[in-house]
């Protein structure tokens, strides 16, 4: 009887202790799967031109949305979380438009379409219901104009933010409008939505571009050229504490944040002739490659998160 029973008992833990460790796997597992936070444009060896893809911090799980134009990029979520904005390019890319998708890819539809003008950098309103976006092109009297542009979510009541005169708007979540100068050296300043309130955050010798408001709505993120080479920056939300996190001969491009605010996302080119994504802490430090053949990275922080939810059943 002692014998039989030692056997059940030992068959009784093995049974136990499987389960554990299959239960324990499953756990450890889940864990190591992290949100999407990260929509870009990239170029892979499956796409003939660049597409928008979504993926999360690590860039492990990675969903191709839409590949609509000959270039699509600068892609910006919706605060639902059920649509994507971004830019497409045609007339051999000398025309670049604003278009929207739905987040599984359907219904694309090109919002602008004025031919020989690059519209780009779209950015939603936080009640998802004005998309600002930038406009750049030569005029008839040889001038470059940079523009700031506002619309309807569908496209619709078009208009000019003529108080400014820049690119890169960035929609904060009081509703003011982060955006960059067109005078040179280019600033960084918020304006009110009409543009009758300007602070100027920004004031020095070297270009300041890209703009982007953290998570907690206390720190930008920048580039600047001050130091002989293109870098990120980050300030507080009045333009104190200005300092840069990165420290290299290369050119920055495209800066972002990560979800919870303590990384900023940003490109550097390749070996190819394209761009890679990074991340570093957002005091400069920890460096590492996230996605490769990639650029134009925006954080999905705001976004609703049971909209992304559809999206764990295309994971590549």
């Excluded at 890209?210 to 507080?236: F, T």
């Excluded at 922080?301 to 295309?314: H, I, Q, R, Y």
Aim: with cysteine; proline share 4%.
């Amino acid at each position: 009887m002692n014998v039989k029973s030692n056997s059940k008992f030992k068959v009784m833990v093995s049974s136990v202790f499987a389960v554990c460790l299959f239960a324990g796997c499953k756990m450890i597992d889940s864990e190591t799967v992290l949100p999407f936070s990260i929509v870009y444009g990239s170029k892979t060896a499956q796409d003939k031109h660049k597409s928008i893809y979504i993926t999360d911090e690590e860039g492990k799980r990675r969903i191709r949305i839409v590949g609509a134009t000959l270039s699509d990029g600068y892609p910006a979520v919706s605060p639902s979380g059920k649509q994507v904005a971004f830019y497409g390019k045609y007339d051999n890319y000398k025309t670049w438009s604003i278009h929207t998708v739905d987040l599984d890819g359907k219904n694309v539809r090109r919002l602008t379409d004025k031919k020989l003008v690059w519209d780009s950098s779209p950015t939603w309103s936080p009640d998802n219901k004005t998309i600002a976006y930038a406009r750049e092109y030569r005029g008839d009297d040889g001038q470059f104009h940079e523009e700031i542009w506002l619309m309807n979510a569908d496209g619709s009541n078009k208009q000019q933010i003529k108080a400014l005169k820049g690119s890169s708007p960035e929609f904060m979540p009081d509703g003011r409008l982060l955006y960059q100068t067109k005078t040179r050296p280019s600033q960084i300043n918020i304006a009110t939505i009409d543009g009758t309130e300007i602070t100027q955050l920004t004031n020095d010798d070297s270009n300041n571009y890209h703009p982007k408001i953290s998570p907690d709505g206390k720190h930008i993120a920048y580039l600047a050229n001050r130091d002989g080479s293109q870098e990120v920056y980050v300030m507080g939300i009045d333009g104190s504490n200005q300092t840069r996190i990165t420290k290299n001969s290369i050119s920055e491009w495209d800066p972002a944040w990560s979800l919870d605010g303590s990384k900023v996302l940003f490109s550097a080119q390749n070996v190819h002739g394209f761009y890679d994504i990074y991340k570093a802490n957002k005091y400069g430090s920890e460096i590492e490659k996230v996605v490769e053949n990639a650029s134009q990275a925006a954080g999905l922080f705001g976004v609703n998160s049971p909209a992304l939810e559809s999206l764990e059943d295309k994971v590549n």
